[in-house]
């Protein structure tokens, strides 16, 4: 936990794909200060014309290159989610050569409760995690 879910137009080849999640997943255990084994992540590819991320006014143009990556997790301090915003717009262009223009991250909140990693049981509220 998180589950990390990654949205772009294919045509990366597979190392590509994996670079970004490795950079990913080594950023979010960073920054939100979750266990390594914490690693849960999809990828969704699409066709470009099934993406459309324009720049709610802000004055940019995106690529083909861009990634939505969306992360579902419990709550974290405001603090902790502008350093992965930073970190992930600085590692993947470093890293994966994707500009930063190109990363759009939505958090999404729920709680101990909302998860259920395994055999049908909450184990946030069973003392288990």
Known sequence: MPLIQFDMIEGRTEKEIIKILDVA?????????VPEGDRYQIVHQHHA????IKDTGLGFE??????????????????????LYKKLAISL??????DPVDIMVSMVFNEGE????AFGRAQFLTGEL
């Open 49 to 52: 014309y099934e993406m459309i």
């Open 62 to 83: 995106r690529s083909s290159n861009v990634i939505v990556i969306t992360i579902t997790s419990r709550q974290r301090s405001s603090e902790m989610k502008e350093t």
């Open 114 to 117: 909302d998860w259920s990693f």
């Open 93 to 98: 262009k470093k890293e994966c050569n994707i």
């Open 25 to 33: 997943h080594i950023e979010v255990v960073e920054a939100f200060k």
